[in-house]
């Protein structure tokens, strides 16, 4: 089983300023098949990035993934005030698929 | 599009036998390409996959839950449920149902349903 090691835990940041997540693969995800999501309370995961680097339909574009291997990153270049969520990595390398443990993006 | 949308008890009782339904709208659950899943996250906890299906009734399961578990899907209803036996507190979480799209179900969720609370509790 992959395991996924997201940081940090969590991230105090204000809006305007870039947002640098990371996800670390207990081995080799192959052909970069990582996706990251976004949750916010109350509502169930939405889809930023797949293939490590695509982005989703209708995701903005200072969302940006980047990363192979086992080191992965989700960047968010300029913090909105509807930005401040937990994201989450996934990989579907191989089975089971799974999830990194969060890293939840608060206002400073 | 397609819309995903949970059913089934929020109370189970330990030892019972979960139950859901996920009910597929906007499109047939019979697509080439769409393989159907459930994941789980316990209250303030992270993301588990459980299983996945392809509407030709193939299933896949995570290995850590695999003895209790069951997938199926109903074509004729545009549906797929999930059971899940032998249920203790641990399994009290969010249930959601979600699509990948894709040649086989290790690909991404989008969309995912709006999720089902199930407490497992007496």
């Known amino acids: 089983e992959i395991v996924l090691t997201q940081s940090p835990g969590a991230l105090s940041l204000s809006p305007g300023e870039r947002a640098t997540l990371s996800c670390r693969a207990s081995?080799?995800?192959?052909?970069?098949?990582l996706a990251w999501y976004q949750q916010k309370p109350g509502q169930a995961p939405r889809l930023l990035i797949y293939?490590?680097?695509s982005r989703a339909t209708g995701i903005p574009d200072r969302f940006s993934g980047s990363g192979s291997g086992t080191d992965f990153t989700l960047t968010i270049s300029r913090l909105e005030p509807e930005d401040f969520a937990v994201y989450y990595c996934q990989q579907y390398s191989s089975s089971p698929l799974t999830f990194g443990q969060g890293t939840k993006v608060e206002i400073k | 599009q397609l819309q995903l949308q949970e059913s089934g008890p929020g109370l189970v009782k330990p030892s019972e036998t979960l139950s859901l339904t996920c009910t597929v709208s906007?499109?047939?659950?019979?697509?080439?390409?769409?393989?159907w899943g459930w994941i789980r996250q316990p209250p303030g906890k992270g993301l588990e996959w459980i299983a996945s299906?392809?509407?030709?009734?193939?299933?896949y399961y995570n290995p850590s839950l695999k003895s209790r578990v069951t997938i199926s899907v109903d074509t004729s209803k545009n549906q797929f449920s999930l059971k899940l036996g032998s249920v203790t507190a641990a399994d009290t979480a969010l249930y959601y149902c979600?699509?990948?799209?894709?040649?086989?179900?290790?690909?991404?969720?989008?969309?995912w349903g709006q999720g089902t609370l199930v407490t497992v509790s007496s």
């Open positions: 299906i392809y509407y030709t009734g193939t299933t």
């Open positions: 293939g490590a680097s």
């Open positions: 906007g499109g047939s659950i019979s697509g080439n390409i769409y393989y």
């Open positions: 979600a699509l990948s799209v894709g040649a086989y179900y290790n690909t991404w969720f989008d969309p």
């Open positions: 081995q080799s995800v192959s052909s970069s098949y």
